[in-house]
């Protein structure tokens, strides 16, 4: 697995996850910074261990609960983080899986 697939994955999820945070009402520096921060968290974990052979649905799981978390944590003012990382992570997951049977 190359630094590129990394760097891939992050920024695709970050060009699709930051947007979906803002369309669902974050809109503070803070909070946008929070949702890129907890993408930077779980992404590379996630892509790693898919990598390594673990099936994704656990890892998917994982991230949005680490996600939520970090929404809750940290965040300002965001409604619903347990949903918020679900969609969010729903939205960027079918994508890429789109793109990856598209590429």
Same mark, same amino acid.
């Not at 729903?90 to 899986?97: D, K, N, R, T, V």
């Given at each position: 697995m190359s630094l590129s697939t990394f760097a891939v994955s992050l920024g695709l999820t970050l060009l699709l996850e930051v947007p979906f945070a *803002?369309? *669902?009402g974050l809109r503070s520096r803070h909070d946008l910074t929070v949702a890129v921060l907890a993408n930077g968290l779980t992404n590379p974990a996630v892509v790693l261990l898919h990598g390594l052979g673990a099936p994704v649905l656990p890892l998917e799981a994982a991230a949005v609960a680490v996600e939520a978390l970090c929404y809750r944590a940290c965040g300002e003012s965001v409604r619903c983080p347990l949903l918020l990382a679900l969609c969010a992570n %729903? *939205? #960027?997951? #079918?994508? %890429?899986?789109a793109l990856n049977l598209i590429f």
């Open positions: *803002w369309v *669902w %729903g *939205w #960027s997951y #079918s994508i %890429g899986a």
